[in-house]
């Protein structure tokens, strides 16, 4: 079957602009995660969803960011007012476990350049 | 601050050989612990993990060690391949952390033919 599938690959945009990333999780996993990867550096959490809901979002940064999953499927994570700190690769991951041992399946991420 | 750890940025080794990447953590409070590897514009792909309740965990040619007293956990790759050049990164997670993984800065392993 499918992977986790994230859109756009790329995105460039300007400083004070509006930004939405996409994630497609594997189908049937209830659990979502938004990770953000700085150069040299590991991932970072920034939000856990459960079904539909945010269970965990202490690693959101400031309240710039959002991220919804209305459906327990698709979730987008929102970027608001973007500054160039923000330019980083964010990455999806989706696992059928919930607060999970399990594995957790990422996406290829959204590489976001903020000029 | 950083509560796990990858002190190796890089790590070379010859075809056929071993190759051990070390990770540290700092938080007791972590139970499970896994190992991802990463390629070039792909995202992590999970390899092999362990529980706090044992010391070692072998999948093929991958071997996981845990040293709780340590508050270390090494990757054994034996043999190694050239396929198995990539970034590695250890992940940490524990019971109160709904899931979300903790990870180190990544090691960039590259295997020479």
């Known amino acids: 079957g499918a992977g986790v599938s994230q859109t756009p690959s790329n995105k460039v945009t300007e400083k004070g602009k509006y930004v939405e990333l996409r994630c497609d999780p594997i189908?049937?996993?209830?659990?979502l995660y938004w990770y953000r990867q700085s150069l040299g550096q590991g991932p970072e959490f920034l939000i856990y969803f459960q079904g539909t809901g945010a269970a965990d979002d202490s690693g959101l940064p400031n309240d710039r960011f959002f991220a919804v999953r209305p459906e327990g499927s698709v979730s987008t994570l929102k970027i608001q007012r973007t500054e160039r700190g923000d330019s980083a690769v964010y990455l999806c991951?989706?696992?059928?476990?919930?607060?999970?041992?399990?594995?957790?399946?990422f996406g290829p991420g959204t590489r976001l350049t903020v000029l | 601050d950083q509560q796990v750890k990858q002190n190796s940025p890089s790590l070379s080794v010859q075809e056929g050989r071993i190759s051990i990447l070390n990770c540290d953590y700092t938080n007791s409070m972590f139970d499970y612990f896994l190992w991802y590897k990463k390629y070039p514009a792909e995202g992590p792909t999970f390899l092999i993990s362990i529980s706090s309740i044992k010391d070692k965990n072998e999948d093929g040619r991958f071997t996981v060690f845990l040293n709780k007293s340590a508050k270390h956990l090494s990757l054994h790759i034996v043999p190694s391949q050239p396929g198995d050049s990539a970034v590695y990164f250890c992940a940490a997670t524990g019971s109160g952390n709904t899931g979300k993984l903790i990870f180190g800065q990544g090691t960039t392993l590259q295997v020479k033919p």
């Open positions: 189908s049937g996993h209830t659990a």
């Open positions: 991951a989706s696992s059928s476990y919930s607060g999970t041992r399990g594995e957790q399946f």
